[in-house]
């Protein structure tokens, strides 16, 4: 099953995140499938490729919790 979901990124104390899709059973920083985007928690940016995130969601990945609400807070899909 295929998960829109995040990986660390950046150094110690100081994280960044890529928006990646991936296979549910890799881990957490393996190899993903299709990067579309990354999130700043440090100072709240983050920029998502809207045509490759609807591809694949109705391709059929789902996404965890919290990159549901990055998704929703942006606008990119609704509850």
């Known amino acids: 099953m295929l998960k829109l979901r995040l990986k660390r990124n950046g ?5 960044s995140y890529r928006l990646v899709i991936m296979e549910s059973t890799s881990r957490r920083d393996g190899r993903p499938v299709d990067e579309v ?3 700043d928690p440090i100072t709240k940016k983050s920029s ?4 490759k995130i609807i591809k694949w969601l109705s391709y059929g990945a789902q996404p965890t919790e919290t990159v ?3 998704l929703k807070k942006s606008n ?3 509850a």
């Open 76 to 78: 990119l899909i609704e």
């Open 37 to 39: 985007g990354y999130y």
């Open 11 to 15: 150094r110690k104390r100081q994280p």
């Open 48 to 51: 998502f490729n809207e045509e």
């Open 68 to 70: 549901f609400r990055l």
